[in-house]
C-alpha cells in the first residue's frame, strides 16, 4: 500500500540544522510532486516546501525562504527537506506529502497521500 515515511526530526537548539527524509513505497514517485507542510500544536497546518515531479522546480513558504532547501532523490524513492538557521516558531510536525496532478503546489488539498509526520523541536 502507499506510505510516506519521514524520519530526521527531533530536538535542536535555535540556530541549528535537521534535515529531513521522506521516503515512499506503494506508488510511483516520479509522478508524484512532494511538498512539506507543518503543524504546530494549536495552529492549522501549513505549507512548508514543494518540489515537482523531475525536481527542477521548487516552492517555499516565505517563512523559510533562505534557510530550508527541498530536494527529491527519484532513484531512492525520497524527498528530502534540509533546515537550516532554525528558529523556535519552525517547532511543529512535519510531514510530506504528493501530489500526482499539479506542481510543486503550496495548496493543501491538493496533495493526496501524506505521511504520518516527523516531530521537530527548536529550543531557545
Known amino acids: 500500500q502507499v506510505q510516506l515515511v519521514e524520519s530526521g526530526g527531533g530536538l535542536v537548539q535555535a540556530g541549528g540544522s535537521l534535515r529531513l527524509s521522506c521516503a515512499a513505497s506503494?506508488?510511483?514517485?516520479?509522478?508524484?510532486?512532494m511538498g512539506w507542510f507543518r503543524q504546530a500544536p494549536g495552529k492549522e497546518r501549513e505549507f512548508v516546501a514543494a518540489?515537482?515531479?523531475?525536481?527542477?522546480?521548487?516552492t517555499y513558504a516565505h517563512s523559510v525562504k533562505g534557510r530550508f532547501t527541498i530536494s527529491r532523490d527519484n532513484a531512492k524513492n525520497t524527498v528530502y527537506l534540509q533546515m537550516n538557521s532554525l528558529k523556535p516558531e519552525d517547532t511543529a510536525v512535519y510531514a510530506c506529502?504528493?501530489?500526482?496532478?499539479?506542481?510543486?503546489?503550496?495548496?493543501?488539498?491538493?496533495?493526496?497521500?501524506w505521511g504520518q509526520g516527523t516531530q521537530v523541536t527548536v529550543s531557545s
Open positions: 518540489v515537482s515531479r523531475s525536481g527542477g522546480t521548487t
Open positions: 506503494g506508488l510511483t514517485f516520479s509522478s508524484y510532486a
Open positions: 506529502a504528493g501530489d500526482l496532478f499539479g506542481g510543486a503546489s503550496s495548496y493543501e488539498k491538493q496533495y493526496e497521500v
